[in-house]
Protein backbone atom coordinates (compact mmCIF):
# COMPACT_ATOMS: atom_id res chain seq x y z
CA UNK A 1 0.00 0.00 0.00
CA UNK A 2 1.19 3.64 -0.79
CA UNK A 3 1.66 5.49 2.40
CA UNK A 4 -0.94 8.57 2.52
CA UNK A 5 0.93 12.22 1.73
CA UNK A 6 0.16 14.41 4.21
CA UNK A 7 1.95 17.42 3.25
CA UNK A 8 -0.70 19.71 5.07
CA UNK A 9 -1.73 17.54 8.27
CA UNK A 10 2.43 18.18 8.68
CA UNK A 11 2.56 21.68 8.58
CA UNK A 12 -0.54 21.84 10.96
CA UNK A 13 1.40 19.47 13.22
CA UNK A 14 4.55 21.61 12.96
CA UNK A 15 2.88 24.51 13.91
CA UNK A 16 1.36 22.94 17.00
CA UNK A 17 4.76 22.22 17.84
CA UNK A 18 5.95 25.15 17.76
CA UNK A 19 6.85 26.33 14.08
CA UNK A 20 5.15 29.69 14.03
CA UNK A 21 6.54 30.46 10.84
CA UNK A 22 5.85 27.20 8.44
CA UNK A 23 4.56 27.70 5.26
CA UNK A 24 2.14 25.77 2.53
CA UNK A 25 3.20 25.79 -0.78
CA UNK A 26 0.00 25.75 -3.34
CA UNK A 27 0.95 24.51 -6.85
CA UNK A 28 -1.71 24.23 -9.66
CA UNK A 29 -2.42 24.27 -12.94
CA UNK A 30 -3.75 27.90 -13.51
CA UNK A 31 -1.20 30.51 -11.21
CA UNK A 32 1.75 30.53 -9.83
CA UNK A 33 2.73 28.61 -6.62
CA UNK A 34 1.42 30.30 -3.85
CA UNK A 35 2.55 30.32 -0.43
CA UNK A 36 0.08 29.57 2.67
CA UNK A 37 0.94 31.08 5.99
CA UNK A 38 0.06 28.04 8.39
CA UNK A 39 -0.58 30.42 11.35
CA UNK A 40 -3.87 31.60 8.98
CA UNK A 41 -5.75 27.75 9.74
CA UNK A 42 -5.15 28.89 12.98
CA UNK A 43 -7.07 31.59 13.09
CA UNK A 44 -9.60 33.39 15.80
CA UNK A 45 -13.03 34.18 14.67
CA UNK A 46 -12.12 37.85 14.85
CA UNK A 47 -9.41 36.92 12.23
CA UNK A 48 -12.00 35.61 9.83
CA UNK A 49 -13.23 36.59 6.79
CA UNK A 50 -16.43 38.46 6.78
CA UNK A 51 -17.95 34.99 4.83
CA UNK A 52 -16.52 32.69 7.51
CA UNK A 53 -18.19 34.87 10.21
CA UNK A 54 -21.34 34.65 8.82
CA UNK A 55 -21.17 31.36 7.94
CA UNK A 56 -21.00 30.18 11.67
CA UNK A 57 -23.17 32.98 12.76
CA UNK A 58 -25.94 30.96 10.63
CA UNK A 59 -24.79 27.76 11.67
CA UNK A 60 -28.04 25.38 13.81
CA UNK A 61 -28.38 22.42 15.37
CA UNK A 62 -25.88 19.68 14.91
CA UNK A 63 -23.22 20.71 13.04
CA UNK A 64 -20.40 19.09 10.71
CA UNK A 65 -17.43 20.78 9.47
CA UNK A 66 -16.54 19.06 6.52
CA UNK A 67 -12.21 19.48 5.55
CA UNK A 68 -12.19 21.17 8.77
CA UNK A 69 -8.28 21.59 8.81
CA UNK A 70 -7.19 22.36 11.45
CA UNK A 71 -10.43 23.08 13.32
CA UNK A 72 -10.80 26.34 13.69
CA UNK A 73 -14.57 26.76 12.31
CA UNK A 74 -15.44 23.66 14.40
CA UNK A 75 -14.10 25.19 17.63
CA UNK A 76 -15.41 28.38 17.59
CA UNK A 77 -18.71 26.49 17.24
CA UNK A 78 -18.08 24.52 20.11
CA UNK A 79 -16.68 27.42 22.37
CA UNK A 80 -20.26 28.62 21.82
CA UNK A 81 -22.10 25.40 22.87
CA UNK A 82 -22.97 23.71 19.17
CA UNK A 83 -22.39 20.17 18.78
CA UNK A 84 -20.05 20.04 16.08
CA UNK A 85 -18.43 17.21 14.85
CA UNK A 86 -14.87 17.97 12.46
CA UNK A 87 -14.48 15.55 9.77
CA UNK A 88 -10.95 15.92 7.55
CA UNK A 89 -9.09 13.14 5.50
CA UNK A 90 -5.52 13.95 7.22
CA UNK A 91 -4.81 11.63 9.98
CA UNK A 92 -2.38 14.54 11.24
CA UNK A 93 -4.85 17.54 10.69
CA UNK A 94 -7.22 14.90 12.88
CA UNK A 95 -4.59 15.13 15.67
CA UNK A 96 -4.01 18.41 16.12
CA UNK A 97 -7.87 19.06 15.91
CA UNK A 98 -8.23 16.81 19.06
CA UNK A 99 -5.13 18.20 20.52
CA UNK A 100 -6.59 21.43 20.25
CA UNK A 101 -9.45 20.48 22.19
CA UNK A 102 -11.94 19.39 20.17
CA UNK A 103 -14.26 16.82 21.45
CA UNK A 104 -15.59 15.28 18.22
CA UNK A 105 -13.00 14.76 15.41
CA UNK A 106 -13.55 12.21 12.76
CA UNK A 107 -11.10 11.24 10.34
CA UNK A 108 -11.98 10.06 6.81
CA UNK A 109 -12.57 10.42 3.51
CA UNK A 110 -16.17 12.02 2.77
CA UNK A 111 -16.68 10.24 -0.09
CA UNK A 112 -17.22 6.52 1.98
CA UNK A 113 -18.17 8.77 5.46
CA UNK A 114 -21.55 7.14 6.35
CA UNK A 115 -22.73 8.57 9.64
CA UNK A 116 -25.13 6.60 11.88
CA UNK A 117 -26.64 10.30 12.53
CA UNK A 118 -27.80 12.97 10.29
CA UNK A 119 -26.88 16.31 10.65
CA UNK A 120 -28.80 20.10 10.49
CA UNK A 121 -25.72 22.00 9.10
CA UNK A 122 -23.10 20.88 6.71
CA UNK A 123 -20.13 23.16 6.59
CA UNK A 124 -17.97 23.80 3.71
CA UNK A 125 -15.98 26.87 4.46
CA UNK A 126 -13.13 27.48 2.19
CA UNK A 127 -14.47 26.61 -1.07
CA UNK A 128 -15.59 23.45 0.29
CA UNK A 129 -17.72 22.44 -2.66
CA UNK A 130 -14.39 21.94 -4.22
CA UNK A 131 -14.65 18.41 -2.64
CA UNK A 132 -16.41 17.50 -5.55
CA UNK A 133 -13.42 17.65 -7.99
CA UNK A 134 -14.90 18.17 -11.46
CA UNK A 135 -18.35 19.58 -12.33
CA UNK A 136 -19.24 16.01 -13.38
CA UNK A 137 -19.63 14.96 -9.84
CA UNK A 138 -21.60 17.74 -8.42
CA UNK A 139 -24.68 15.71 -8.47
CA UNK A 140 -23.23 12.87 -6.90
CA UNK A 141 -21.76 15.02 -4.00
CA UNK A 142 -24.93 16.87 -3.58
CA UNK A 143 -26.60 13.71 -3.45
CA UNK A 144 -24.02 12.43 -0.66
CA UNK A 145 -24.55 15.72 0.96
CA UNK A 146 -28.49 14.89 1.20
CA UNK A 147 -28.28 11.77 2.36
CA UNK A 148 -26.74 12.96 5.51
CA UNK A 149 -28.51 15.82 6.04
CA UNK A 150 -32.05 16.36 7.90
CA UNK A 151 -35.15 17.16 6.14
CA UNK A 152 -35.10 20.27 7.49
CA UNK A 153 -31.64 21.05 7.74
CA UNK A 154 -29.15 23.05 5.68
CA UNK A 155 -25.57 23.11 3.63
CA UNK A 156 -23.86 26.22 4.45
CA UNK A 157 -20.88 26.27 1.78
CA UNK A 158 -18.79 28.24 0.16
CA UNK A 159 -16.97 28.75 -3.80
CA UNK A 160 -15.95 31.31 -5.94
CA UNK A 161 -16.78 32.41 -9.57
CA UNK A 162 -12.77 32.44 -11.14
CA UNK A 163 -13.48 33.42 -14.36
CA UNK A 164 -11.68 36.68 -13.61
CA UNK A 165 -8.31 34.61 -13.77
CA UNK A 166 -8.57 34.36 -17.50
CA UNK A 167 -9.31 38.05 -18.26
CA UNK A 168 -6.80 39.86 -20.34
CA UNK A 169 -5.84 43.26 -19.85
CA UNK A 170 -8.40 44.39 -22.04
CA UNK A 171 -11.18 42.98 -20.18
CA UNK A 172 -12.02 39.85 -22.62
CA UNK A 173 -11.97 36.52 -21.18
CA UNK A 174 -9.89 33.79 -22.86
CA UNK A 175 -10.82 30.13 -22.27
CA UNK A 176 -9.72 26.88 -23.73
CA UNK A 177 -13.32 25.83 -25.18
CA UNK A 178 -11.90 22.21 -25.56
CA UNK A 179 -10.82 21.75 -22.12
CA UNK A 180 -14.11 21.67 -19.68
CA UNK A 181 -15.27 24.18 -16.84
CA UNK A 182 -13.04 27.21 -16.53
CA UNK A 183 -13.37 26.27 -12.23
CA UNK A 184 -11.48 22.82 -12.69
CA UNK A 185 -8.59 22.92 -11.55
CA UNK A 186 -5.05 20.90 -10.38
CA UNK A 187 -3.72 21.49 -6.97
CA UNK A 188 -0.47 19.85 -5.12
CA UNK A 189 0.11 20.86 -1.60
CA UNK A 190 3.90 21.13 -0.28
CA UNK A 191 5.55 21.20 2.73
CA UNK A 192 9.19 21.42 3.32
CA UNK A 193 10.16 17.78 1.67
CA UNK A 194 6.71 16.36 1.66
CA UNK A 195 4.77 16.68 -1.49
CA UNK A 196 1.14 15.31 -1.78
CA UNK A 197 -0.54 13.68 -4.60
CA UNK A 198 -2.53 16.24 -7.65
CA UNK A 199 -6.27 16.36 -7.24
CA UNK A 200 -8.62 17.99 -8.57
CA UNK A 201 -10.97 20.57 -6.99
CA UNK A 202 -13.79 22.78 -7.63
CA UNK A 203 -14.73 26.34 -8.11
CA UNK A 204 -18.33 26.73 -9.80
CA UNK A 205 -20.31 29.99 -10.47
CA UNK A 206 -23.12 30.98 -8.24
CA UNK A 207 -25.81 30.56 -10.88
CA UNK A 208 -24.23 26.49 -12.17
CA UNK A 209 -24.07 26.17 -8.57
CA UNK A 210 -28.06 26.74 -7.99
CA UNK A 211 -28.80 24.98 -11.07
CA UNK A 212 -27.17 21.27 -9.66
CA UNK A 213 -28.33 22.29 -6.30
CA UNK A 214 -31.91 22.32 -7.88
CA UNK A 215 -31.40 19.32 -9.74
CA UNK A 216 -30.76 18.09 -6.87
CA UNK A 217 -33.65 18.88 -4.34
CA UNK A 218 -31.93 21.99 -2.81
CA UNK A 219 -33.05 25.71 -2.81
CA UNK A 220 -30.07 27.63 -2.96
CA UNK A 221 -29.94 31.61 -1.35
CA UNK A 222 -27.13 33.75 -1.46
CA UNK A 223 -25.68 34.78 1.96
CA UNK A 224 -22.56 36.84 1.07
CA UNK A 225 -20.30 37.94 -2.26
CA UNK A 226 -17.36 39.30 -2.13
CA UNK A 227 -15.25 41.59 -4.41
CA UNK A 228 -13.27 38.60 -5.74
CA UNK A 229 -16.13 36.20 -6.54
CA UNK A 230 -16.21 34.73 -3.45
CA UNK A 231 -19.15 33.62 -2.14
CA UNK A 232 -21.19 32.24 0.40
CA UNK A 233 -24.56 29.88 -0.17
CA UNK A 234 -27.23 28.57 1.70
CA UNK A 235 -29.04 25.29 0.29
CA UNK A 236 -32.12 23.79 1.83
CA UNK A 237 -34.34 20.90 0.80
CA UNK A 238 -37.35 21.98 -1.19
Not at 45 to 58: H, N
Not at 134 to 160: C, D, M, R, T, Y
Not at 187 to 207: H, I
Request: glycine fraction near 8%.
Amino acid sequence: MIPFSDPVGEALEAFLNGKTEATITVISNIAEDDVIPVAYLFREFEEMPELEQIALQECTGKVLDLGAGAGSHALWLQQNSFDVTALDISPKAAEVMQKRGLKNVIQADFWKFQPAEKYDTILLLMNGVGLAGKLVNLSVFFAHLKSILNPNGQILLESSDILYMFEEEDGSVVLDLNGGYYGEVEYQMAFQNSKGETFPWLFVDFQLLTDYAAEAGFKTEGLFEGENGEYLAKLTLV
